[in-house]
C-alpha cells in the first residue's frame, strides 16, 4: 500500500504533534504501508484562514492538493491530523461541486503556475487507512504484546468523522472504528460517552473559561468511566487533552491526572516497539503509572473495576434493545 | 401500329439488377415480343442525345436501376422521367439507396482517399480524379460524386418500386406478365406509388425454419458457430433482419442458412427500415441490467451498417452527418 | 374486532400473506399462503392450555414491542381474532431440539399438528383494499438520543406496552430495571421526521400521541413530565382541547428539538440521571434537563417491504415510500391501478380517525364497484393485422399479462400470432417491438405520435420565425 | 435558494450570507428548531444561539449579527451541521459570518479575530504554522499574564522536544505568495458584487 | 382536409392566463391551423366548467366538428371531463384530445414569450394528432363481487366490515396470527382516551 | 427573444410515472426551462426508434425518454423493453453522427417532480453547450415530390 503523506504543521519535528509521527512511522513499517511526503506542502490554513479570506484559504489548500496530484502518480493522501484530513477533503469536495469557485481558485493558482483538477486527490485520514485499508486482521496479526489490563477511553474528537464530506465511514456520533481496534490489541474500552465530543480546538487561546470547561468535560468523562488513558487520533486534540489539563485542574481546583496518547503509540506498544521510539515521554501528563500496568502484566482487573453504569440485570428488568453489531463488540 | 416502348437504365449500382432480368430466361423475349426496347445501355447501343431527341413521354416503361450518386445519375434520372410514362424505380439501389448508400456513413473526402490513397490502390503518384480538366483538345468532364447518395425517388417522382437485390427474377418475370397483361386490357394498373413484385407481409413468412419465442442472450456471427439448420436465425443470436424485411423474395438467404441482409427493405407504411429493425432486435434481448445489456450489444459492432445496409438513403435521417456536413 | 370474527361475509386469512396477483379490475386472481400455525383450527377450542404449558419464552418483537415476553406457541393478546395460537417454528424446542411436545401433551382436542404445512390458496376477487400499515422507526438510527445504549431511553411503542394493563408491567409505568418509578420523564417528539436525514415528512400523530403520553404518566405516576418540540400540530377536532388539557395538568413544555441524551453529568444534580440537552428556543439559552426516563416519540414509516408489495400489486410509492393516491386531493383512496385501493398508514402518516375514515372511504369505493356490475374500461388495445403478421414472434414474450397468443399452421392456415383484448393492458409495447408493422394500437398509434410530434416541431423554441413551417 | 436581484447581486443580508458561503448553505431552510443550538458545545458562551443568530439574519439586522461574539465561539465541531435536520451547513455560516465581521470591523472584541490573523500571519510569511511564534505573539498581546497560568505546560513542552524554536519555510515562498495575492484580489471583486445590491 | 377541428383553450383562470396570452394562442390556432382542418378556436376562463363544457358542445352541433382539442390542464384531471361533454354533444368522445398548458407550460416556466411559443406548438401537436383518432367505444368488463382487503389493521377492518356489510364477500388477509394491528398494542387513544382494544 | 441558443427537445413520457413526474413538477411550481416539449405514451415500452429519428430529423435537438423506475413499471417489466431499445438507439445514433448525449434516459416516478424539474433542467443546459443539432432533415435534402412535378412540368 503506497500513499503520499500531508504532515501537517504540527506532526513535524519540533511541532508538538511529532510524537504522532514517529509513532505512525514505527507502526507503518511492519503493516506494509509506506508514505510519500508531498513535496513542500504548505499549511492547510486550520480552522483560521477560512474565518478571514475564503478565497485565500482555498487557494492555500488547492496549492497543496495541486503538488499532492503530482507526487508520484498518487492519488489518495494521508493526512493523520484531523483538522488537516478535514479542511483538505471538504476545499476538494466544494471545488468539485461548484465550478465558479473551482475556477476562480484556479486563476489564482495560475498566479504561482499551479493548477488543480478537484477530484485528483482525496484525502484519506490515518485512522481510516488503518482500520480500512489494512484491516484489523492485519493489524492484529502484528500485535505481540496484549494490551490487556489496560481501560482505555477511545477518543475520535471532531473533525474525523464529521461533517463526512465523502461520505460517512464511521458514524459522526458514535463512531466505532478506534473502539474495535483497541480491543484487537487487547485493551478493554470504555463505552465513553465523551468520545465524539469537542476537545475546545483553539479556545483555549480565546476563552480560558469556554475552553477549560470543555476539557473537563472530556477528561471528567473519561475519569467518571475509570479509564486509564485517552487514546486519540489528533495532535490538537492531544494537546488540549494533554497539555492543558494541569491549567484545566488549576482553574476548577480539580485533580484529574489522566495521560493522552496517539492510538499509534498504542498499537506501537502492542506491536512490541519500545517507548522512545514511539515518542511516548513527550506527553505532559505522566503516561507511566498507566503504563505500568501491561508493562508488568497484572492480570485483568477485579469485578469492582467493571463500569458503573452496566449492572447484572435484575429478574424482573425488563428487556433491552439490541444494538446491531453489539454482540461482536462484546465479543 | 408501333410497340410501346421500354427502357432500363443502370446508374449507380452492381449490375446485378441488369442481370436479373437476364435471368428470367424464356420471359425477356416477352419484353422483345411486346415492347420495342429505345434505350438498354447494357443490352444495346445508344446515346444519350438519341434518348434527348425522343418526344416527352414517349417511353412507356423505364426500369431505373441503382441509386443517384453523381450529378450524371442525377441527369439521367430527370431525362429519363421526362421521357416516361410510368418509370419504376428498380432494385433496392434505385428505391432506398441499396449497397451504395452505405457512402453516406462517411464524408466524400474519406471515401476518396480510402479508394485511392491506401494500400488498396498502387497509386505511386497520388493520382486523384479531378472533375474537370482542361486538356489542349477542350474541357474534359467525369460526373461528380454527390455528398450524399440518393434514391430515385429522392429527384424525380417515382410511380413503382420494385424492392430487391436484386429483384427476384420470378417477380420480374411476374411483373413484365402484369405489364403485357395491362397492354392486352386484362389487367389493371396498381395505384401509383405503389410497390410491386413483393409481398405485404415479412420475410418470415417464407422462411422453413421453426421460430419459437425469442430470448438473446449473445449475438454471433454465422462464421463463428454452425447454427441449428431447422431453428430461426435470430432466435440463436444471428441478426437476420428477415422479421422486419418485406415478403417476396421466397426467404432464399435464410433457407440457405445465411441471414437476411433486409434488401427487400421494410414492409408496408414503415417510414424506417433500420429503425424498425432496431425495435425489435433490442426488445427480444434477454436482460434487465443495462451493464448486461451493453454487454449483449457489443455483439452487433456496425449497427447502422446492419440495420441500413441497404436502405440508409432512404431512411430517416438519411445520411450521417460526417457525410453531409461535408456538403457545406 | 370481534365482528370481523363472526362476520358470515368475511373470510379472515390471519397469519397468511398474498404471494401473487394477476389479472385486472374486476378479475383478479389472488394467491395467499397460510402459513403453517402447527394448530389445527377445526379443532382448537381457543383455550390456552398450550400457551400455558409451553416453556420457550421469546421477546415478542411484535405485540410487545420487543418489551415482553411471548411462549413458542401463543397468542399474540387475550382478544386476539381469531382465537387459534400460532406455533413459532424458530423458537420451538421441539422443532429445533426434536423433543418436547409440551404443548401437543396437554391439548385435550389434540389440535396440534407438527405436520401441517404452508397452505396455497387462490380465490378470484374484483377489487383489493391494500391496508397494510406502517413501521415504526428504528431509533437506533439517531445514536445520540441514545435508544439501545441507554436503559432508560425508551421508544413510544415501547411505553404504550408499559402503560397498557395487558402489558408486561400490567400497566405500571417503571424504568428499565422493572422497579422503580420514574419521578422525571422527557418525551422527545420529531424522533426521525421532519429531518432531511431520515425521514423528511412530519409524522402526524406524534404530537397528540406525545401529550397523550404525558397525560398517562402524570396520571399514573405524578412525574414530573416535559414535553420536548418542534412545531405543536394538534389540529383537527378535538386535539388542541387536548393540549390545554395536557397543559392544565402541569406538564412542562420547551420548544426546541433535542440535541442529544446522554449519561455524561456534567454539573451537580445530573449524576446517576440522563440528560436531555437542548435549546429551549424560546428563551434562546441552551438547557440541560435530568431526567430518569426518556420516551422517543418515533416517526411512521413505510412498511420495510412496501416496495415488493407495491410492485405485487401494481402501484408504485412516492419517494418516501408511501403508496400514491391516484390524486391527493381529488381521490386520495383509488390508485393509478383500476381496482387497487388504498387505505391507512399505507397511504401516509395519519392518525385513527383518519385511517377509519380511509377504510370507510376505500368501502364505499369498492361497494359502488361491485353494485355497477361490470366496469368500462378505456379501449386502449392492440390488435395484430393477420395478413400482415409473418409469425416472426418476437412479439410473443413482449407481453407481461400473456395477451398475446402464437397461433401455429393449420390447414392450410398460415400460422400467426394473435391479441387477446381482454387481457391486453394497452402499454404499446408489443406495438412498438412488431418489425413488420402488423400491430396496431388503438389511442396511441404509430399515426398519431408520428403526427403529434410534426406538430409540436412547427414552432421553434426561439419564437415566431419559423411560422411559415405551419403546412398550408 | 438566494434571490439575486436583476443586477447579479443579493438582494438581502440573507441572501448575501447565502453568496458568500461556499458549497450550498441552505440557510433558507432553517425551521428554527434550536438543534443547532443544543448541541452547541460552546452554546453556553454564546451571546445568541446559532438558531437565533440566524433568525436575526432573517430579519435583516446586520449590524446585530456582525457584532455578536456567537461565530468567535464556533469551536468547528461540526455536531451542528450533521445534526441539522435541514441539512443547513451550520459551521460553514459561522466562517462566513466572522470573514463578514472582520470586513465590516463590526465585532468589537479583538482576541479572537487577532487569533487568527496572527496564526495567518505566521502562514502568510513562511508557508507553514509556528506554534511557539503564534502562541508568543497573540499571548503577549492579549494575556501577557497568563503565561504563568501554563508554564509548566511551556516547560515540560519544550524539555520534550515538542516546541521548536525556529519556524519552518517551504520552498516556494514566492509563488505562494503570488497566489495568494491573486485569490485576495478575486475576493475582494466577489465582496464588491456580494455586498453591492443590498443598502 | 376533410376534419372539422374545434381548439379550445383555457384560461383556468389566471392559473395559465397569467403566463400564457391565452386569448391571442387561440387566435393564432384559428388562423395559421386552418389548413390543417381548425374551424373554430376559443379561449374561456374556465373550459371545464359547465358554460365552457356547453361551448364546445354547441360547437359540435351547430359547426359539425368531427374533432376537438381542448388545450387546459393536464389529462389526468380532465380528460374525461372533455370527452364526456363531447359525447354529450353527439361525438365519438375519443374523438377529443386534451392536453396540458398548465402543468407543462404555465406553472412550470418564467419567460411568457417562450410560454406562449411552447403553447402553440402543444396545441398544433393536438391538433395533427387528433386528425388520426378513431371513433371508439370503451370496452366493458364484468366485475367479481368479493373483495381482497390486505392488512387487519384498523383501516382494513373498517374496509372489510364495511364491504361485508353491504352483502358483499370479503378476504381480509392479516400477516400477524391476530388483527388488531398496531391500534391493538396502544393503551388508549386521543383525543378521547378510550381503550384502543 | 435572446440570442442565446434554444434548444428543442422532445420528450417521450409514460402515462404513469414521467408524465405524472411532469405533472407533479407542475403541482409544485417548480421551475424549469420551456425547451422541453412532452409527448405522452403509456408505457416507455410504447417508444419506437422512429420517433426518435423523426424527430431528430425534423429538428429536434435533443430527445429524451422517460419512464417508471426499474422494478415500478405499470406494465410490470416494458421499461426495460425501452432501456434496451434506448441503449442500442445510442449507439446508432452516435454512428451517425449525433452525440449520444442528444438521447438520454430518465426514470421519474410520479411523484418526482423535482427530479424530472432538476433533469430537464440539467439536459437543457447540456444540449445548450452541444449546439444546435441542425439535421439535414429530408425537406432539405430531398426535394418533395410534390415541387418536383411542378419542375418537371416547367422543363
Sequence with gaps: ?331 | ?328 | ?472 | MQQVASNGTPKTFLDQVIAATPGNPHLEMCIQCGTCGGSCPSGPDMEHTPRDLFAMVRAGMKDQVLRSNTPWYCVSCYYCTVRCPQEIHVTDLMYTLKRMSVKSKLYDESIAPDFSKTFIFWVENNGRSFELGLMAQHMLRHNPFGVFKIADMGVGMVTKGRIGFTPKRIKGMDGLHAILAKAKEIEAEDDAKIMGGAA | ?197 | ?155
Design chain 1, 1 to 331: 500500500m503506497r500513499y503520499s503523506v500531508f504532515p501537517g504543521c504540527s506532526l513535524e519535528k519540533g511541532a508538538a504533534g511529532y510524537p504522532y509521527w514517529q509513532s505512525m512511522e514505527a507502526i507503518l513499517k511492519p503493516l506494509g504501508v509506506e508514505l510519500v511526503e508531498v513535496d513542500d506542502w504548505n499549511c492547510c490554513g486550520a480552522t483560521e484562514y477560512i474565518a478571514l479570506n475564503r478565497m485565500a484559504a482555498y487557494s492555500l489548500i488547492a496549492r497543496t492538493l495541486a503538488l499532492a496530484a503530482k507526487t508520484d502518480g498518487l492519488r489518495e493522501m494521508v493526512a493523520p491530523c484531523s483538522a488537516c484530513y478535514l479542511n483538505l477533503s471538504k476545499a476538494d469536495k466544494y471545488l468539485t461541486d461548484d465550478a465558479a469557485l473551482a475556477d476562480k481558485v484556479n486563476v489564482a493558482l495560475g498566479a504561482g503556475g499551479l493548477h488543480y483538477k478537484p477530484g485528483t486527490v482525496k484525502t484519506r485520514h490515518l485512522l481510516d487507512v488503518i482500520v480500512n485499508d489494512v484491516g484489523y486482521k492485519a493489524v492484529e496479526q502484528q500485535a505481540t504484546k496484549s494490551l490487556a489490563g489496560l481501560r482505555i477511553a477511545p477518543y475520535y474528537g471532531c473533525l474525523l468523522t464529521r461533517p463526512a464530506v465523502y461520505g460517512q465511514t464511521d458514524s459522526p456520533e458514535y463512531p466505532t472504528a478506534l473502539d474495535k481496534l483497541m480491543k484487537v490489541l487487547g485493551a478493554e474500552v470504555v463505552d465513553y460517552p465523551m468520545k465524539a465530543h469537542c476537545c475546545g480546538g483553539h479556545m483555549t487561546q480565546i476563552s480560558e473559561a469556554s475552553a477549560f470547561d470543555m476539557i473537563r468535560r472530556l477528561v471528567k468523562g473519561a475519569a467518571d468511566y475509570h479509564a486509564d488513558i485517552i487514546v486519540t487520533v489528533c495532535p490538537m486534540c492531544q494537546l488540549n487533552l494533554d497539555g492543558f489539563q494541569g491549567a484545566m485542574n488549576r482553574y476548577y481546583k480539580g485533580d484529574y491526572h489522566v495521560p493522552v496518547l496517539y492510538f499509534t503509540q498504542m498499537m506501537g506498544l502492542a506491536f512490541g516497539l519500545d517507548a522512545a521510539t514511539l515518542g511516548i515521554g513527550a506527553e505532559i501528563v505522566d503516561a507511566r503509572p498507566a503504563l505500568s500496568r501491561i508493562g508488568v502484566q497484572v492480570p485483568p482487573p477485579e469485578e469492582e473495576a467493571k463500569p458503573a453504569h452496566k449492572p447484572r440485570r435484575p429478574k424482573e428488568a425488563l428487556p433491552m434493545p439490541v444494538m446491531p453489531g453489539s454482540e461482536e463488540v462484546e465479543q
Design chain 3, 1 to 472: 374486532m370481534v365482528s370481523v370474527g363472526n362476520h358470515p361475509n368475511i373470510n379472515l386469512m390471519a397469519y397468511s400473506e398474498v404471494t401473487q396477483v394477476s389479472g385486472y379490475v374486476g378479475n383478479f386472481t389472488v394467491t395467499v399462503r397460510q402459513k403453517a400455525s402447527y394448530v389445527d383450527k377445526e379443532k382448537c377450542t381457543g383455550c390456552g392450555v398450550c400457551q400455558d404449558k409451553c416453556p420457550k419464552k421469546v421477546i415478542d418483537q411484535a405485540y410487545e414491542a420487543g418489551l415482553g415476553h411471548r411462549k413458542a406457541i401463543y397468542k399474540p393478546f387475550p382478544q386476539a381474532v381469531p382465537k387459534f395460537p400460532v406455533l413459532d417454528r424458530e423458537n420451538c424446542t421441539f422443532f429445533q431440539k426434536g423433543t418436547c411436545k409440551a404443548c401437543e401433551k396437554f391439548c385435550e382436542s389434540n389440535a396440534i399438528d407438527f405436520k401441517q404445512q404452508d397452505e396455497f390458496v387462490t380465490f378470484p376477487v374484483g377489487n383489493i383494499v391494500l391496508a397494510t400499515g406502517f413501521d415504526p422507526f428504528d431509533p437506533r438510527r439517531i445514536a445520540q438520543y441514545g435508544y439501545g445504549r441507554l436503559a432508560n431511553v425508551f421508544t413510544s411503542m415501547e411505553f404504550e406496552r408499559l402503560s397498557s394493563a395487558g402489558g408486561p408491567t400490567g400497566g405500571k409505568i417503571v424504568l428499565r430495571d422493572g422497579v422503580t418509578a420514574p419521578q422525571s420523564v422527557g418525551i422527545i417528539h420529531c424522533v426521525g421526521s421532519r429531518d432531511k436525514h431520515y425521514n423528511n415528512y412530519c409524522s402526524v400523530i406524534c404530537c397528540m400521541q406525545s401529550l397523550k403520553l404525558a397525560h398517562l404518566i402524570k396520571e399514573k405516576t405524578g412525574a414530573t413530565v416535559y414535553n420536548f418540540y418542534t412545531d405543536m400540530r394538534t389540529a383537527f377536532k378535538d386535539y388542541d382541547e387536548f393540549y390545554q388539557r395536557v397543559l392544565s395538568e402541569g406538564t412542562l413544555f420547551v420548544r426546541g428539538r433535542v440535541a442529544e441524551v446522554t449519561d455524561a453529568a456534567r454539573l451537580p444534580g445530573e449524576e446517576g440521571k440522563l440528560i436531555i440537552q437542548a435549546e429551549d428556543t424560546l428563551i434562546g439559552k441552551q438547557r440541560r434537563v435530568p431526567v430518569d426516563m426518556v420516551v422517543l416519540s418515533t416517526a411512521l414509516e413505510p412498511r420495510h417491504d412496501a416496495k415488493e408489495v407495491g410492485q405485487r400489486f401494481g402501484i408504485s410509492g412516492s419517494a418516501a415510500g408511501w403508496f400514491i393516491e391516484r390524486h391527493p386531493k381529488l381521490d386520495p383512496v383509488a390508485t393509478m391501478t383500476e381496482g387497487v385501493f388504498i387505505a391507512g398508514c399505507a397511504q401516509g402518516p395519519k392518525d385513527i380517525p383518519a385511517s377509519v375514515a380511509q377504510g370507510a372511504a376505500a368501502a364505499a369505493r369498492v361497494v359502488g364497484k361491485i353494485n355497477q356490475k361490470e366496469i368500462a374500461v378505456e379501449p386502449i388495445r392492440a390488435s395484430i393485422d393477420k395478413d400482415r403478421c409473418s409469425a416472426c414472434r418476437i412479439c410473443n414474450n413482449q407481453c407481461p399479462f400473456k395477451a398475446i397468443s402464437y397461433i401455429p399452421e393449420k390447414n392450410g392456415q398460415r400460422a400467426y400470432s394473435e391479441v387477446n383484448p381482454a387481457l391486453c393492458q394497452g402499454c404499446g409495447t408489443c406495438v412498438a417491438a412488431c418489425p413488420s408493422g402488423a400491430i396496431a394500437g388503438t389511442v396511441f398509434s404509430s399515426q398519431q405520435i408520428m403526427a403529434q410530434l410534426n406538430g409540436l416541431m412547427l414552432l421553434n423554441v426561439n419564437g415566431a420565425s419559423v411560422e411559415e413551417k405551419v403546412p398550408a
Design chain 5, 1 to 197: 382536409m376533410t376534419e372539422r377541428i374545434g381548439v379550445y383553450v383555457c384560461h383556468c383562470g389566471s392559473n395559465i392566463a397569467g403566463m400564457v396570452d391565452v386569448a391571442g394562442v387561440a387566435k393564432w390556432a384559428g388562423e395559421k391551423l386552418k389548413a390543417r382542418g381548425v374551424v373554430v378556436a376559443r379561449d374561456y376562463r374556465f373550459m371545464c366548467s359547465s358554460p365552457g363544457q356547453d361551448l364546445i358542445a354547441k360547437d359540435i352541433k351547430e359547426l359539425g366538428l368531427t374533432r376537438v382539442v381542448v388545450a387546459a390542464c393536464s389529462p389526468h384531471l380532465h380528460e374525461k371531463t372533455f370527452r364526456d361533454s363531447c359525447k354529450r354533444a353527439g361525438l365519438n368522445p375519443y374523438l377529443c384530445e386534451l392536453v396540458s398548458i398548465r402543468e407543462h407550460v404555465s406553472w412550470v416556466h418564467t419567460d411568457k414569450a417562450a410560454a406562449n411559443e411552447k403553447a402553440k406548438a402543444i396545441i398544433a401537436g393536438a391538433v395533427e394528432r387528433v386528425i388520426y383518432h378513431e371513433p371508439l367505444e370503451p370496452m366493458r368488463l364484468p366485475i367479481h363481487p368479493a373483495t381482497l382487503v390486505v392488512g387487519g389493521g384498523i383501516a382494513g377492518i373498517q374496509a372489510a366490515l364495511e364491504i361485508a356489510d353491504g352483502g358483499n364477500q370479503v378476504y381480509l388477509v392479516e400477516r400477524e396470527p391476530s388483527i388488531g394491528g398496531r391500534m391493538a398494542q396502544l393503551d388508549k387513544t386521543f383525543p378521547t382516551l378510550d381503550c384502543s382494544a
Design chain 6, 1 to 155: 427573444m435572446n440570442d442565446k441558443f434554444e434548444p428543442l427537445i422532445i420528450g417521450f413520457t409514460c402515462n404513469w410515472c414521467s408524465y405524472r413526474a411532469a405533472d407533479s413538477a407542475g403541482l409544485g411550481r417548480l421551475k424549469y426551462p420551456p425547451n422541453i416539449r412532452l409527448i405522452r405514451l403509456m408505457c416507455s415500452g410504447r417508444i419506437d426508434t422512429t420517433f426518435v429519428l423523426q424527430a431528430f430529423a425534423n429538428g429536434a435537438d435533443a430527445v429524451l425518454i422517460s419512464g417508471c423506475h426499474p422494478g415500478d413499471c405499470h406494465y410490470v417489466e416494458q421499461n426495460y423493453k425501452a432501456q434496451s431499445r434506448f441503449l442500442l438507439m445510442r449507439r446508432l445514433i452516435a454512428q451517425m453522427g449525433i452525440e449520444p448525449q442528444r438521447l438520454q434516459l430518465l426514470w421519474a416516478s410520479a411523484a418526482e417532480g423535482t427530479i424530472f424539474a432538476a433533469e430537464v433542467t440539467r439536459m437543457v443546459e447540456e444540449i445548450r453547450k452541444l449546439g444546435p443539432l441542425n439535421w439535414k432533415s429530408s425537406q432539405q435534402l430531398t426535394v418533395n415530390s410534390k415541387q418536383l412535378a411542378a419542375a418537371e412540368v416547367a422543363a
Design chain 2, 1 to 328: 401500329m408501333s410497340k410501346p416502348k421500354f427502357a432500363m437504365y443502370w446508374a449507380a449500382a452492381c449490375g446485378g439488377c441488369e442481370i436479373a432480368v437476364l435471368n428470367t430466361h424464356e420471359k425477356i423475349l416477352d419484353v422483345d415480343a411486346n415492347f420495342d426496347v429505345v434505350f438498354w445501355p447494357v443490352a444495346m447501343d445508344a446515346k444519350y442525345k438519341d434518348v434527348e431527341a425522343m418526344e416527352d413521354k414517349s417511353i412507356l416503361l423505364t426500369l431505373f436501376n441503382g441509386a443517384i450518386r453523381n450529378d450524371e445519375n442525377e441527369h439521367i434520372a430527370h431525362l429519363l422521367r421526362r421521357k416516361s410514362q410510368i418509370l419504376v424505380a428498380f432494385g433496392a439501389c434505385a428505391t432506398q439507396g441499396g449497397i451504395p448508400g452505405l457512402a453516406n456513413l462517411s464524408n466524400t473526402k474519406s471515401i476518396i482517399d480510402t479508394a485511392f490513397s491506401t494500400i488498396s490502390t498502387d497509386n505511386p503518384f497520388d493520382t486523384l480524379p479531378m472533375t474537370r480538366f482542361d486538356a489542349p483538345e477542350g474541357e474534359l468532364t467525369i460526373p461528380t460524386l454527390y455528398p450524399a447518395v440518393k434514391s430515385l425517388n429522392q429527384v424525380v417522382p417515382v410511380d413503382y418500386y420494385m424492392p430487391g437485390c436484386p429483384p427476384e427474377s420470378h417477380q420480374i418475370a411476374a411483373v413484365i406478365d402484369l405489364v403485357v397483361q395491362v397492354l392486352q386490357g386484362k389487367a389493371q394498373l396498381p395505384p401509383t406509388g405503389a410497390v410491386i413484385g413483393a409481398g405485404n407481409s415479412s420475410v418470415c413468412e417464407e422462411c422453413t425454419r421453426t421460430r419459437n419465442e425469442k430470448k438473446i442472450v449473445k449475438f454471433a456471427r454465422i462464421q463463428d458457430f454452425k447454427p441449428d439448420p431447422n431453428i430461426c436465425l435470430l432466435e440463436q443470436g444471428i441478426l437476420c433482419c428477415g422479421s422486419a424485411t418485406r415478403s417476396g423474395c421466397g426467404a432464399v438467404c435464410p433457407k440457405a442458412a445465411v441471414p437476411c441482409v433486409g434488401c427487400y427493405g421494410a414492409t408496408e407504411d414503415s417510414p424506417d427500415h433500420g429503425a424498425r429493425l432496431l425495435n425489435a432486435v433490442a426488445s427480444v434481448i434477454d436482460s434487465r441490467d443495462p451493464n448486461e445489456v451493453e454487454k449483449i450489444l457489443d455483439g452487433i459492432p456496425d449497427p447502422a451498417g446492419m440495420f441500413y445496409r441497404f436502405g440508409m438513403p432512404g431512411s430517416l435521417l438519411r445520411a450521417s452527418k460526417a457525410a453531409w456536413s461535408s456538403e457545406q
